[in-house]
């Protein structure tokens, strides 16, 4: 079994704070994602990874940056947090048709 | 561009019975993908079936099935003898070749199943 996994189920940060979620998958998959999901709006692409340090950028990569410096870790970082970056913070890797979610990050900045 | 529709942003149905979950899609790109995922209350996502554009037959999995219609570019889920632990938000989804790896959610339906 694929499995995905987020260092946190839940965050509660400040407006200005730098916060890094991480996100580790356990088979050698080569496409990693980085999503947020708010109601009514679905997931969201913020950036992807198909390889080590490698980055593109997704649908809403605004006030964000990645970072993979290693195969089975890929990490979101908010340079600066914002309260319009609540949401929910998913992990997915890719093999071939299927993507495979870790259990999501809510993030609560006040 | 590509763009997932989701009318229903939720539906009841009684235990037992079938419910279909409506999608549209929109895509210039000849080859694509379709997906559903389910969302219970725990939050993960989990992948449940995969349409190919090109795949002659209706994609099925269980109790799931997918209706595809190409011309009409619809993607509907149909979900048979409804269980309680049916109750989650359901998400179509689509990755045209040309995007590469981008995934184009909806916006999700919210299913309750009725005891």
């Known amino acids: 079994d694929v499995k995905v996994t987020q260092s946190s189920r839940y965050l509660v940060k400040r407006t200005g704070e730098k916060v890094f979620l991480e996100c580790v998958q356990d088979?050698?998959?080569?496409?990693m994602f980085w999503y947020r999901q708010d109601p009514g709006l679905g997931l969201r692409l913020i950036y992807f990874s198909y390889d080590v340090k490698m980055k593109e950028k997704g649908d809403i990569p605004e006030g964000y940056s990645v970072s993979r410096e290693k195969k089975e870790r890929f990490s979101l970082i908010l340079e600066s947090a914002s309260t319009n970056q609540t949401s929910m913070y998913l992990c997915a890797t890719r093999e071939g048709e299927a993507q495979y979610f870790g259990p999501g990050t809510r993030l609560l900045v006040l | 561009a590509q763009k997932i529709t989701q009318t229903q942003p939720g539906m009841f149905v009684q235990e037992k019975e079938a419910v279909t979950l409506d999608c549209t899609y929109d895509?210039?790109?000849?080859?694509?993908?379709l997906f559903w995922y389910k969302q219970p209350s725990s939050g993960e996502m989990i992948f449940l079936i995969y349409q190919g554009s090109y795949d002659q037959q209706n994609a099925t999995e269980g109790r799931y099935s997918l209706n595809f219609q190409k011309a009409r570019k619809s993607a509907n889920l149909v979900i048979s003898a409804s269980q309680l632990g049916d109750s989650a938000m359901y998400f179509c989804a689509m990755r045209a070749d040309n995007a590469g790896n981008m995934l184009t959610f909806g916006g999700g339906t919210r299913l309750m199943v009725k005891p």
């Open positions: 088979m050698d998959h080569e496409n």
């Open positions: 895509t210039s790109d000849p080859s694509y993908g």
